[in-house]
């Protein structure tokens, strides 16, 4: 009984381990999923009542790509560039 029960804590063991490995692997997978599907777009000026979905629509429309809203599953500005002056850029 003894040996069993140090073989079965054994197994736990490595199957926890296989666990934690396979849970590391998901995240890595996931993150490289979500970092592939992410555009950077800068030097766009703020505009009170914007939305984002509107000017990645419009800078397709200059760089002749049709996005539709239904192409993009998130948009929004990132913290700290709210009030972008890095261009003149105006999409409306």
């Given at each position: ?22 849970n590391k ?7 490289y999923s ?59």
């Amino acid at each position: 009984m003894v040996t069993e029960n140090k073989s079965l804590k054994s197994q736990v063991l490595r199957s926890n381990n296989d666990i934690k490995n396979l849970n590391k692997a998901v995240n890595d997978l996931e993150q490289y999923s979500l970092r592939r599907d992410c555009v950077e777009i800068r030097g766009v000026l703020y505009t009170e009542e914007e939305s984002t979905y509107e000017i990645v629509e419009k800078i397709g429309e200059l760089i002749n790509v049709e996005i539709e809203e239904g192409d993009i599953s998130i948009s929004h500005r990132l913290r700290g560039c709210i009030h972008d002056t890095g261009s003149s850029f105006n999409p409306e």
